[in-house]
């Protein structure tokens, strides 16, 4: 790729970011938009309709982005909680990080390789013609002594990533301690999850808990509530009819006396269905609550009974947090499930691409025309195989690559969570080693997945087959950061889909208040951001012109995830900032994968005393990584002694603290089993809001 | 080696075992070699001096055979603890999973092996002259179905192997919690050891340890007692007087009077600089005491501080079993400590094999004659180059891996564990990987260790290198278990370093009651036992001829081992059991590799049905380990909270109680720090007994 070429292909996305920007200034201050764009402004009744028309409605302006730039660190907490302050955190790191990288990237790296011709000398007097590849390190002569200035950018970056690193790690762990410590009383601060209950003959589980924590916990044992599954037969029934009313719902458009009418006639049926099976389904696991945090949390980690694989006890989740569907009643079930999740997570993670590579060849015209000859009169047209050749393949890619996130949280709530979190934690994970694999390696490899794994096997041989094939496709990866960077982001803005879901659905509903306020989608969100990452670790030493565009994409998400989190997400749950261990490991492989290139480019370019020279890198990355995880991430399973102690001692005798725990039981009740109440209030919402209930 | 060749060394071997085993029986009936072969007996005063001469006393009888076998478990449980009990039980389990191997090797195997004639046919005229390959698999026809005989073999070991894992590891669990509850009060039960406690500028350790644990363990601490740390200066002073005092001893052979005037001497020197020291050499740990065992295993379970790094606890180790000399003060020096000895291990382990050749290298007798030319009268000697060239190498070669041992305790004990029986395991668990490495691997690959790296770097070749290597080496190891099972493990029983140094200090010490009840070196024995295991393991199908010799070897062991635990070895601390994961955790290693030969095995012999089928094997292996240390291993890590009740709730109102917390805090005291009090009694111990003093 020439200079004009990537000039034109970032003008083009420039232009769509814009145009982007523009729609979204307008469409949002349509009050018909206001539940795609403002749902959680109306939702907790912050958005007025305009009184009147005014001509600035239809008129582009930027006061939204000064409304999202404005509240300071504290405003969000309070306002979304610590999670989104992470989040937002993660922006803020990558920023510093790669204003550092550009810095040495632009004005002392690309000089430095400009001014060698190894493959070809720049050509000053018309900038635009130059290959991209002059300004990669590919351009330095081999052998070269300006090589240095690239294994001392190396370590520059390795101890200010570091160090950073280490800052941001020290400053959330102590934020999550004082999250914690001026949180409210907060149900599952006081309650566990016991699973694995042994159950003799002829005794209910109940009895079991009530007598095993009295014995153990006198102290501080409060009460519990055995957890029920829904039978099959229930749970068929139930899906059928839900399907049933919904289209009900959506043809007779009822009265809201109607519907109420309908609702109680079913809530009734419901009831004795369940009273039927209420006996019969009850699990072997129950929630358990204390009198203080400290019980609960000595119950956490004590081993509990003889058999390690009895009594199991963990942190209960938020009660709106819970994962009911999922009470895998043994131990060797919730394992085996667990194993067989990894194993096929695995698989589709190694086969992924191979039914994508068949899609995308049957978009090869010839072997088109010989499967439909009726078509050729069609496909010889010049537009129309454009299209197909040009565009079709890479659009099959990218919307198979939308595919994987959901399927990915459907592995995980498989895999026996039993918190929302957990599973939007877990599914993170496994998207971010998707990505990595699918996107950085197969396309740097240029190998079928499956064929990577042989590669991976030869393990001495990665570091110069990576430094072969990386600094090569520099510019493939600077096309995909400006399309799927900046477009796909700003598009996030729009938020095309669920535009496009209210525009159709508009003509059937015509009066309807039913609008969803959506939970964050971390677990889509935070691998983008850091696959972004580590394409700027990789290529800032080997094509230090790709980090100005990362730039361009940081920025823009600073912008973009502030406003969507102020205006259109709700937090569902508050796991206290435990996606950035996530983050933190992902940085430092990033690191390491950068060394280990670093390490077979100074091989190739024959310098093996910078080569000998990065071999300390990825072992001091390594154990500094392996300090941190001695000093902080102890702090993200488990609260101290220390602070437990002070929290319970600051509780004990504040005025609601006796009603708080007389309402604890109550709690943890699984929705579908609890009376159905549909507040007849305009902001209620679709589930039963307990949460709330009990923190007020 | 043909059989013949094979059944003289077997004759050499069991001639010298029995020597051994006549001579023992003389020599144990001496009176002047009590010491040496029943210091034990001595110490407790159960062995007394028979009061005249008998003609007896001259002859070999074999009533200790007897004796050795009569105990049952429960008595050697009484006698030596649950450590000798599970020792013992590894060798059972090794007799049982080998008498099994045996049956299925002789009688199904071997006649398999010897139909086939891939080599050679058998000669049935004159059996001792065949070669030992035609009893092994190599001789089996390429694409013979009579494989599949070998693979039903190897499923059915991995199947009888599981379940007496199984079997084995549940019972010793079982043991371990029963001899917890069974148990006195013991002082370690009832403290923990605190680390890197954070002292702040002008405060002391005490006071720092006294506020938080009243602050944050208000009913159940009791009292605690800071650990201190000779000043180098002291320490200096301490070797060298003690070595002094050892070689006055020696030469003046003073009366008792003399003796222990010149200790009241010096002890008065040593507690003036005791004092001297106190409070400059305080170190930021304390052994804290709680009033009931549960209350100190919440203070081990539970993170203390806010800072994970700081307030760091654990289990304290039995009084007699704390290591003293090492209490590194702050998190990152023993972190990094550790490091360090991680990976001079690993040197070690890998380099260790390249003097040993070199110094092997200089028996080759055409280079000593060049660097030696004076010698070349006496190297032509036929005598003389038969010594150097067939016996010196392998000597060489023994010499060195007796070294090793010790080398890897030293190292352990800078590790910084805190008590002796830690530094042991952690030894045994890095002598059982040098000796896999160093003897298997480079034997098997005839490869120098350092080399081996290389090709354990081309992972997926491993499994086809050794199945065409370890077949090979077959009669090699048949040899080493002769020699080294059989006969070095009855000169065990003679005790021949001890009865060396027993006879040789005779001249010099006369009238001494001077003896040692020495501690069972666990370190060294259960390395070799496994390494046996792994062989019979890996052979078990490949060459069946193996197992008889095995099966003599652990027979011999377990002889020998219940008579040197009932009279010679003292139990210098109890781990209960914890020996055992790591037993454990080894056989399944010997399995899987087992079944790595049987897939490289299948695969040379052309086969590849067969060696598909082996597949799932490792894959289940594994996962039964992992389910196992789900299942056991926190039993062995931890007591639960159900037992720990259990136990404090027996001993609440025992008599004594009142009067053993009070003394605990004396307990833990540096044997350096406290005023020495040699006993005159006839039977003092080198140290003062706190432990029986304590329990009593």
New interface residues.
Partial sequence: MIVSGLLTSVAINFALCTIFFILYSVLRKQPGNYKVYAPRLLFEGRAHRPSRFKLDRLLPTAGWLKNAWQPSEDDLLAYSGLDAVVFMRIIIFSLKVFTIAGFIGIFILIPVNCSGNQLQNIDLENITNNSLEIFSISNVNNGSNSLWVHLSAVYLITIIVCYLLYKEYKYIASKR?DYFCSSEFQPNQFTILVSNIPVPKGTTVGQNVENFFT???PATYLSHVVVHRKSKMWTLTNAAKNIYRTIINFIKMPTEQQYMRLVDHQHDDLEVNVRKDHSREEVRAAFVSFKSRYGA???I?????????QWLTEQAPEPQDVYWPFFSST?MGR?ISK?VVIVSCALLTILFLIPVFIVQGLTNLAQLEIYFPSLEGILTMSIVSQVITGYLPNLILQVSLKIVPPIMKLLSSAQGYISISEIERSACHKVIWFTVWNVFFANVLSAQAFSLIFIF????DIPSKLAVSVPAQASFFIAYVVTLGWTSTSSELFRVVPFIGHILSKPFVKNSDDFTVPSFPYHQDIPKILFFGLLGFTYFFLAPLIIPFLLGYFSLAYIIYRNQLLNVYAPKYESGGKFWPIVHDSTIFSLVLMQFIAFGIFTLKKLPKATTYTVPLPILTL?FNE?CR??????FT??????L?KKDREDQNRPGMRQFLARLGAVYQDPALVPVTYSRSQDGLHEPFIHTAVRS
Same sequence: chains 1, 2.
Wanted: aromatic letters at 16%.
């Fill in positions: 301690i014995a153990n916990h949390a000595i119950a980690n004590m081993l509990q009974g003889n058999n390690p694989t131990f394992w194993l096997l030869e393990f001495k154990l300090y001695k000093r902080f991430l102890p702090i488990a609260y101290s002694t220390e602070t102690l």
